[in-house]
Structures are given as C-alpha cells and as structure tokens.
C-alpha cells in the first residue's frame, strides 16, 4: 500500500509540474494543457486536466477504470470512499484502492480549493458506484428488456401502420392529383412537364416517408441503447454521431453560401436556356419551324454541339464558384483526370468528331438501307459514337462512326425515294437462243415480279460475249431498297418459270469442240415468243442492214 501510493504520488507531482510549466509557455503550446471528462456508463462524472507527458484524455481513462472497477466489486462498500491529504494532492481511496489524486489544478476549474473539491468528486463516485451497481441488478436488467422489448414491439406497429398509411396516401394521390397535373408553359414553350412534376411529387413524398421512418428508427435506438449500462454511452452519443457530419456540412454550406447562391441561379438559367435549344431544335426537326439552309436532319446533331457550348460557358463561368477548386488537391485532380482522358480516350474523341461529321455529311439516316465495306443492312440507330446496322439475317452490326468516316458508304435509300433504285441479276444464255428472246423473257420476269417499278421501264443489258454463253443483265426499278433483297429472290423465280415455260436453257455445257451445225439463230426464229417485232427498230433486221437479205 506505501508503495503504490509513494509511486502514485511520484506520478501526481509530475502531473503537477507539467501543468505548471505548460501554463508559462506561449500561447503557441496552449494545447499542452488540456481537459477531458470522466465518464462512467454514459454519464460524465467531472473534468480533469492533462499534461504533454500525460494527456487528459488518458488520465479521464484510466480515472474511469478504477471506479468501474471498484463499483463491481460489491465487496468494497461506497462507505469506505476517503480523501486522504497530501502535499501534492488530495487523494481519493476506497479502501486500499486509489481511484485518483485531486491537484491544485484540477481545483482551478471549479474556482475553489483543492479539499473542497476532492469531497465533492467522493461524493459524485460515491453516487456512480450506487447507481453502477444498482442498474446491474437483475430485476433491473429485466424491466429494461422488458420496455425494450415493449419498444421494438412498438415500433413493428408504428412502422406497419406507416407502410399501409403511406400506400393508402399515395394513391389517393396518384388518383386524385395526378390528372390535374399540366405542363409549365411560358409562351407555349414547355418548361416542365406533367410527368416530371409528379415524378418530383413522388421523390418528395417518398423522401418524406423516409425521414419519418429514419426518426421512428433513432427514436427506438435511443430509447433502447440507453436503458441498459453497457450501451448507454452510445445512445447518449448517437445525437451527436448524426448531427456532427450534419453540423459539419452545414458550416460549410453557410461558408459557401454566396457562392452556392450563385451557383444555383446559374443552374437555374442553364437549364432554362438548355429548355429553350431543345424546344427551338425540336421544332426545326419536325418542320414545324424552319431556317433557310437548314436540313432538318442536322436538327439532333446540332442540338448536342449547342448543349456541349452551354456546358463548356456554365462550366468556364461556375468553376471559381465551386467550393474547393482553389485547393492544390483539386487542382491536382483534375490535371490527374485530364491526362488519364486524354490518354485514353484518342478513339472515343475520333469517333465523337466522326458521329458529328456524318450526320452533316448526310451519308444516310435511320432507315436506310446501306453498304459500308462489306456490312449491308437497315440503319436502326446512330449516336455519338457508332453507328447500328441490321442485316438481312437480322443481325445486329455495330460499327465505329470512325470507320463510318474513313469508309466509302453506298447508300440504296436515297435514290429509291425519288427515282428507284436498280434491282439487277444476270443469266448465261447459250448463242443459239435469240437474244430478242431472252430479253423479252427477263423483261416479262421483271414484270411479273411485284414490286418492280413499270415506270421507269425495266431494261436489258447484254454485259458479254462469253466462250460458251451470253450474259444478260435484267435491270428494273423499286422504290423500297429496304426490299431489295426479297425482290431478287422474286426476280429469280419468275426467270426460272418463264425459261421453262418457252423451253429455254439457262445452263450452257461448256465447250469441247466444235458442233456439227453452226451455233446460229435463223431470220425466222429472231422473234420466237415472246419477243415481238415491235420491241426493235425495224432497221435492224432489214436487208442491207447487216441482216441477211
């Protein structure tokens, strides 16, 4: 017992002059003197006071374990709690156990003297051990699971009730306030629509029903934590775990708010001004407003280079105004992600210039049917970046706008809307069939294909003199190049019944050697059926014409 106590005295006058010396420093080592509260099950007994070589923080501490230590054991009775004098400090004893010593200092932050002092902290201990041992005991222990389990209980209630009154709310609102909703015009602009207001009414609802639920929740953990011992400390500091990061922002707001004023009239008037290109874009797409020189086409395309502007000005002109851009760090940041950007996105930037470009060039637009290499389908979609194509085996090709760019594209569309577009096939017909023949069969095949144009007239071209046969071009017209396809597979067909219908062979066997007769057609077979001597000029076949006489 001497010892420890002649060793804790030791400690004390240390203490002692460590807070004497801090209190002559500058005011540059006024940390060094410091307070911290003794805290036993939640409640804060008193202050104490630290020193550089021993901090308040660790002497609160370690005061707090030897009360909690000597309240649990039931064998030392709060009676025996003493002050006992020193010349350092009047120590506090319960037994043979020192739970702390009383300095001179500690007596400076109550503003009277030290014993006077040391017998209100015995007296204050000698209630926290009454208290620490009284909620300890069982009857105790089992009223407070008992109401906790009465609040759980509660809250199970309060929330189901909650949940069935929010459902029954909102659709009296979806059902009695949703119709009436109308769009925010000005000057016939649309601003805001019917749809977005009652999505933000929903959002604020929603947020409403959570705060409800979130207090309902922190009522109950609070309630609950700070019935028994052992969880006390964390319900009396669970108001301020939440409103510590709240009180935070909120000091940071009103540092900022002029510049957050600011910030958000200028996000006012973007969004306004964004509200306004699309209306006017909008327009100049569907031809209800027009603009000399202006494709509607370049309607979309335009709009994301005006909203990319707008972007780039509110961004130039905000920048000074965000909380926090004159940092190094956030200036570091940024030059971070701009070379990260930089670096690797080179083919996201080409294909963004070549997804603007195309859509100037108007090489094609959606629905169009095209050829870019060697893809061939439907134009279903462009955007920034690619461009998607359907085939005809209903495939779905995606294909970079860069490529788009740097590739030649035939486009069938186009001129299929204004004059047709050729369907072409060809056949290999033997010399000895008439060529008036043939023509006048592949232009009857042509026409009784639906969906060949009859005007412009179908036409015959004869694209060679083979060694073994004549190859024969049927060419006619359609105004759907989206049915190309179907329409030489029809094409195919009907040359395949009409040959066969007139007996002629499509198939030439190749060359071995020289035939008996000479390969030639006769004047009178010249305009074997279904050809007619209408369909050349008469000129052609007279004598002295290069005909036979």
């Keep these: 017992m001497l010892r420890t106590t002649y060793s804790v005295l030791l400690a004390l006058a240390a203490l002692a002059r460590g807070i004497s010396a801090a209190a002559q420093t500058s005011s540059t080592d006024e940390d060094a003197e410091t307070t911290a509260p003794v805290v036993l099950d939640g409640y804060t007994l008193f202050q104490v006071r630290g020193a550089r070589s021993y901090p308040a923080e660790r002497r609160a501490g370690e005061i707090a374990d030897r009360i909690a230590g000597v309240a649990a054991d039931r064998s ?3 009676d025996s709690l003493v002050v006992r004098e020193t010349p350092v400090a009047s120590l506090l004893l319960a037994e043979d156990r020192l739970l702390l010593g009383v300095l001179d200092a500690d007596a400076e932050l109550e503003g009277i003297n030290r014993q006077v002092v040391a017998e209100g902290f015995r007296r204050r201990i000698g209630e926290a051990i009454r208290q620490f041992r009284h909620e300890r005991e069982p009857q105790v222990l089992w009223n407070g699971a008992a109401r906790a389990l009465a609040a759980t209980v509660t809250l199970a209630i309060v929330l ?4 069935r009154a929010r459902r029954r709310v909102y659709a009296l609102l979806e059902r009695r306030y949703r119709r009436r909703l109308h769009d925010l015009q000005v000057s016939s602009i649309p601003l805001v629509r019917a749809e977005q207001l009652w999505r933000m009414t929903n959002r604020m609802f929603t ?5 409800i639920a979130a207090t309902a929740w922190y009522l109950y953990l609070q309630y609950v934590l700070v019935l028994f011992p052992w969880t006390r400390a964390l319900g009396y500091g669970l108001t301020a775990m939440l409103l510590r990061p709240v009180s935070t922002i909120a000091a940071g707001i009103l540092h900022y708010v002029p510049n957050l004023i600011f ?9 306004w001004l964004l509200a306004f290109v699309h209306v006017i874009f909008r327009q100049l797409g569907d031809g209800s407003l027009t603009m000399a020189g202006f494709d509607p086409e370049w309607a979309v395309p335009t709009e994301r280079l005006a909203r990319l502007l707008v972007f780039g000005f509110a961004l130039v002109v905000a920048y000074p105004y965000i909380p926090g851009s004159g940092s190094e760090a956030f200036k570091g940041l940024s030059i971070l992600f701009g070379v990260l950007f930089s670096i690797g996105s080179s083919s996201v930037i080409g294909n963004l210039v ?11 637009r959606v629905g169009d049917r095209i050829r870019v290499g060697e893809y061939v389908g439907e134009v279903t979609k462009t955007s920034l970046l690619t461009t998607f194509v359907r085939s005809a085996k209903n495939e779905q090709i995606v294909i970079p706008n860069s490529v788009v760019l740097n590739t030649e594209v035939i486009n ?4 299929a809307r204004a004059g047709g577009v050729i369907v072409h096939t060809s056949v290999g017909i033997g010399y000895e069939t008439p060529w008036r023949q043939v023509e006048a069969m592949l232009l009857e095949a042509a026409a009784r294909t639906p969906g060949l144009l009859q005007d412009p007239k179908p036409f015959v071209l004869q694209r060679g003199l083979g060694d073994f046969a004549v190859t024969y071009e049927i060419n006619a017209y359609t105004g759907d190049a989206l049915a190309m396809l179907r329409l ?7 040359i395949l019944d009409i040959f066969n219908e007139y007996g002629v062979q499509i198939m030439t066997p190749a060359y071995e050697g020289d035939p008996e007769q000479p390969k030639v057609v006769p004047r009178e077979q010249w305009f074997t059926a279904p050809a007619r001597s209408t369909d050349v000029p008469v000129s ?3 004598p002295g014409n290069g005909g036979p006489g």
């Excluded at 910030?263 to 969004?271: F, G, M, P, S, Y």
């Excluded at 070549?354 to 108007?362: C, D, I, M, N, V």
């Excluded at 069938?412 to 001129?415: G, K, M, Q």
Aim: no cysteine; hydrophobic share 60%; charged share 10%.
């Design 76 to 78: 030392v009775p709060v």
């Design 160 to 163: 189901w009730l909650g949940a």
């Design 207 to 211: 947020a409403i029903t959570v705060l």
């Design 263 to 271: 910030l958000v009239v200028l996000a006012i008037a973007i969004r």
């Design 354 to 364: 070549a997804g603007q470009s195309l859509a100037y060039r108007r090489a094609f």
């Design 412 to 415: 069938f569309s186009t001129l």
């Design 488 to 494: 030489t597979s029809e094409l195919h067909r009907n």
């Design 540 to 542: 052609a076949v007279t």
